[in-house]
């Protein structure tokens, strides 16, 4: 088992090879047993957690609660395994609870905004399809089954072996997007709202999110004013400074944004898809959603601003915004939210 241990949780983590990197799933145990995230439906993942949890005395059917941060796959996928096996109660903020559910109408609604999604994007067919495919077989093959779950929102609270778990919506790679603030330690686990290494998907992690891009640096806003002394993310290793680590992604997407404008004003009105491929070249496996995903929203945010003009399925730049641009000395473009 790899983890690591504070005195009121346990970290597990799990390999994770078909997305972002290693997954960390984290250990409440007391009067009940609880877990927050679950890791992808697969046999390799389910026998490592298994085995993580042995570590410490836990069988799956000894586990009476499951709170996830999100409803994707890497954290989500195991969910009904545990309402299976334990009779455990899953939780999951309410704008995600359908698709965390495997709603059959949840899903095919989502795969026809992502079909919508691509042919705004000017993906290619030969990207597209296969992709769709992708994402429909991620739907059968990565999670356990239709469950039942219980929603919850924003500042609801669940008491959890010896800690309590605070509901924090931080919404932006997903609608229901939500971290745990653990209020006796100012700490937070904050699932893919915030991460050490990268930076979150927004845009294409998932087409429901309106204005995604605003509705995450709104949420990169709200975790550094909330001054947490450490994150716990759902991959890869702890956040130290999470409030630092917040305003570093902020102004990552401020640089990004500079960049967008600049492909606008060397190659001219352009489509997500051509946009993505200045910023990003040749993209494979998911990362073909996520790269004109992200491409997208820092050009419908740049139209919010009043910087781009969106004509069809291309975006230009407005002349202000292109004189602007020729006298521009910093190195990142203002992409505070339109009044």
């Known amino acids: 088992m790899r983890g690591s241990f504070t005195d009121e949780m346990e970290r597990l983590r799990l390999d994770n090879t078909l997305f972002e990197g290693d997954n960390s799933v984290y250990l409440f145990d007391g009067d009940r047993t609880a877990l927050v995230d679950t890791g992808l439906d697969t046999p390799e993942s389910r ?49 995600d609870a359908a698709l965390a559910r495997g709603d059959p109408d949840a899903w095919d609604r989502l795969h026809d905004r992502q ?17 769709l495919d992708r994402l429909r077989s991620t739907r059968t093959d990565l999670y356990s089954g239709t469950l039942d779950v219980v929603p919850f929102v924003d500042g609801d609270r669940f008491d959890v072996g010896e800690a309590t778990l605070e509901v924090v919506h931080a919404p932006g790679h997903t609608a229901g997007l939500s ?69 570093e992604i902020r102004a990552h997407h401020g640089e990004r944004a500079l960049r967008v404008v600049r492909v606008l004003a060397e190659q001219g009105p352009a489509d997500a898809w051509t946009v993505s491929a200045a910023l990003f070249g040749d993209l494979e496996g998911i990362h073909v959603l996520h790269g004109p995903g992200e491409a997208s929203a820092h050009l419908d945010h740049l139209v919010d601003l009043g910087d781009v003009v969106r004509e069809g399925t291309a975006y230009r730049l407005t002349p202000d915004a292109r004189d602007r641009l020729d006298a521009f000395e910093g190195d990142r473009w203002p992409i505070e939210a339109a009044d």
């Open 47 to 95: 026998r490592e957690l298994e085995a993580a949890l042995a570590t410490h005395g836990i069988s799956f059917a000894d586990v009476d609660d499951v709170y996830l941060t999100h409803y994707h796959a890497d954290h989500a996928g195991l969910a009904g395994a545990f309402a299976d096996e334990a009779d455990a109660t899953v939780h999951v903020h309410e704008a």
């Open 115 to 131: 079909r919508d999604a691509f042919r705004r994007w000017e993906m290619p067919a030969a990207e597209r399809e296969p992709l």
């Open 179 to 247: 971290a745990f603030a653990l209020p006796d330690r100012n700490e937070v686990l904050a699932g893919d709202a915030l991460l050490p290494v990268y930076t979150p998907n927004v845009g294409g992690a998932d087409v429901r999110v309106e204005h995604p891009l605003a509705t995450y640096v709104g949420t990169l806003d709200m975790l550094a004013a909330r001054d947490f002394t450490r994150a716990w993310p759902g991959h890869r290793d702890a956040i130290d400074d999470p409030t630092a680590r917040a305003r």
